[in-house]
């Protein structure tokens, strides 16, 4: 189901040309570490945002440009430059698995005719009793003609599944497609595995092993 949603949201949302730039938010993450390696087999220009160094190391690895620690950097709406300096030339492609601050930081700089893929809104989870004002700053979608869509795996085509698993097993096969794993060990530690994913503690697919 990631690399699903990962193709999919890369193929059907975002349509990426070679030479265009790229931002993934939770780009760590499973989706996020995924939709990396893809759009950078189309020949783009990546940016990731991650919350620590070591990720961040992780994104690099994974072939990513530049990787951006937003917990030492701050990205929001008056905070842009860092951001604006990753992508002199602006945004072209971006792949949201995070909303809030950083989406209204990246909205900012997106090109004319630049697309948005929304996979997830992870910095609103915890605030869903008392929801952040938003979206704002939708007027940028105007006169920037912006496409946002909103994606779920499911919506795939028979045609798009196919082609999702052909690349995939490809790049599995010539080792340009790496899957991050984090693994908890012990049918107890399901409920702490399952919290410290709003922590951003994992880094790729978070999985609980039951055995040995």
């Known amino acids: 189901m990631v690399g699903r949603t990962a193709f999919f949201g890369v193929e059907s949302a975002l349509e990426p040309k070679e030479g265009e730039t790229a931002l993934v938010t939770g780009a760590a993450g499973a989706v996020g570490s995924i939709v990396v390696q893809l759009l950078k087999a189309r020949g783009v220009r990546v940016i990731g945002t991650a919350g620590s160094d070591e990720k961040c190391e992780l994104l690099k690895s994974l072939g990513a440009d530049v990787a951006i620690n937003y917990r030492t950097t701050k990205l929001d709406a008056k905070n842009t430059a860092a951001l604006a300096a990753a992508a002199p030339d602006g945004i072209d492609v971006f792949f949201d698995n995070v909303g809030g601050d950083v989406f209204d930081c990246a909205i900012q700089l997106m090109n004319v005719h630049s697309r948005i893929a929304i996979c997830g809104q992870i910095s609103q989870y915890d605030d869903l009793d008392e929801p952040q004002m938003g979206p704002r700053f939708l007027h940028r979608l105007i006169y920037k003609r912006i496409r946002i ?25 010539d080792g340009s497609l790496t899957a991050p794993v984090t ?30």
Not at 151 to 169: G, K, P
Not at 188 to 207: R, W
């Open 149 to 173: 869509q909103g994606i779920l795996q499911r919506d795939a085509t028979e045609d798009q599944r196919v082609a999702h698993q052909r690349e995939f097993a490809r790049m599995l096969e």
């Open 183 to 212: 693994v908890v060990d012990g049918f107890e530690n399901i409920p702490s595995a399952q919290v410290s994913l709003f922590s951003g503690a994992n880094k790729g697919k978070l999985m609980v092993r039951i055995a040995k």
